[in-house]
């Protein structure tokens, strides 16, 4: 599996903008770039995804860099109910449905 | 639909018993799977199934580890003869997988066991 490189932890205030970094230099050319963040005492919920363009939805955007081998997970006003450990992942999308591999994550950190 | 869920949310056991968790997916969800998490890393692939059938199998997957999936919806992970590094959560998710789409993962909230 193609790895990803986070920052162990980010820490944010209430209501600013937070842009979660990941790195993917070895990430191929039908993998999908996955964010699916855990809340403390839940398990992991989706957040975005997307393959080579910017892509929003209604919790987050997600900035893709040009030649893919870095993304940047972007919550537009960080809440306190945001504090969560955010996981980048590579998705192969040749394989559909394949498992995903999750690796230790950002723990991000919201103050009020 | 009230989204995946898993039983118990709690077992706490002996070294050496076998302990049983169930997990039921959303219900017209086609791929179910089961990861572990050890406190402080990310959940750590176990094996997946499409309907009944068992597609893969990490190598985590000691031969203490059983999954089933029989009628493609519940599925059950037993671990016989428990250690204590078994200690962990056990976290189960289903999605939809059909042409085109990247079928998203819908976790349940997990199963917390405790081996003493």
């Known amino acids: 599996d193609a790895k990803t490189t986070q920052p162990n932890s980010m820490e944010s205030n209430e209501e600013e903008p937070v842009h979660l970094p990941c790195n993917h230099s070895t990430i191929s050319g039908t993998d999908y770039i996955h964010w699916y963040r855990q809340l403390p005492s839940q398990g992991p919920e989706y957040v975005i995804h997307?393959?080579?363009s910017n892509v929003n939805n209604r919790m987050a955007s997600l900035a893709i860099a040009e030649d893919r081998k870095s993304s940047t997970l972007i919550l537009h006003r960080a809440t306190l109910r945001d504090a969560a450990v955010y996981y980048c992942i590579l998705r192969d999308g040749g394989t559909s449905g394949s498992r995903l591999t999750f690796g230790e994550g950002t723990q991000l950190t919201v103050n009020p | 639909d009230t989204g995946v869920s898993q039983d118990p949310r709690h077992k706490i056991t002996k070294r050496g018993q076998n302990v049983t968790f169930r997990c039921d997916p959303i219900s017209e969800h086609n791929r179910l799977y089961w990861y572990r998490q050890t406190l402080g890393q990310g959940p750590e692939f176990l094996t997946y199934?499409?309907?009944?059938?068992?597609?893969?199998k990490s190598r985590l997957l000691s031969d203490r580890f059983s999954a089933e999936r029989p009628k493609g919806s519940f599925s059950t992970l037993e671990i016989q003869r428990t250690e204590q590094g078994d200690s962990a959560m056990y976290l189960c998710a289903s999605s939809l997988v059909l042409a085109g789409n990247t079928g998203e993962l819908f976790f349940g909230e997990g199963s917390r066991l405790t081996v003493l």
């Open positions: 199934f499409q309907n009944e059938a068992q597609l893969e």
């Open positions: 997307g393959l080579t």
